[in-house]
C-alpha cells in the first residue's frame, strides 16, 4: 500500500501564493503518476496537474502558467507551487499517485486532502 500525506493549504489573498507538498511511503516504486487534484464546493473533482517518473508534465487550462508540479523521486515527495492564485482556485486539493496512467481513469492512492482558500 501506498500511503500519502499533504501539507501547505491555507488561507492566501487572491494574487499570491502557496505551496503544497505530499510525502508518500509504501510500495512507491510501483508508482509512474503523481498528480493533483481539486474539489470546489459543489463542484466535481478537477485533475490540476499531473507529472510522469521522468517529470513529464500536463497541466489543466484553467491553471497553466500560474501552477508548477515537481517531483522528488528520492524523497518520494511531490509539490504544487501555486502562484497568481485567484478565487476560483478555492478548494480541496488531493494529491494522488498511479502505478500507470490517470489519462481517464482513476488514481490508486489518494491523500487525505489540504484545503486552500483564495479570498478576493
Known amino acids: 500500500q501506498v500511503q500519502l500525506v499533504e501539507s501547505g493549504g491555507g488561507l492566501v489573498q487572491a494574487g499570491g501564493s502557496l505551496r503544497l507538498s505530499c510525502v508518500g511511503s509504501?510500495?512507491?516504486?510501483?508508482?509512474?503518476?503523481m498528480a493533483w487534484y481539486r474539489r470546489a464546493p459543489g463542484q466535481q473533482r478537477e485533475l490540476v496537474a499531473t507529472?510522469?517518473?521522468?517529470?513529464?508534465?500536463n497541466y489543466a487550462d484553467s491553471v497553466k502558467g500560474r501552477f508548477t508540479i515537481s517531483r522528488d523521486n528520492v524523497k518520494n515527495m511531490v509539490s504544487l507551487q501555486m502562484n497568481s492564485l485567484k478565487p476560483e482556485d478555492t478548494a480541496v486539493y488531493y494529491c494522488?499517485?498511479?502505478?500507470?496512467?490517470?489519462?481517464?481513469?482513476?488514481?490508486?492512492?489518494w491523500g487525505q486532502g489540504t484545503q486552500v482558500t483564495v479570498s478576493s
Open positions: 509504501g510500495i512507491i516504486f510501483s508508482i509512474n503518476t
Open positions: 507529472i510522469s517518473w521522468a517529470g513529464s508534465r
Open positions: 494522488a499517485a498511479a502505478v500507470g496512467s490517470v489519462a481517464g481513469r482513476q488514481p490508486d492512492y
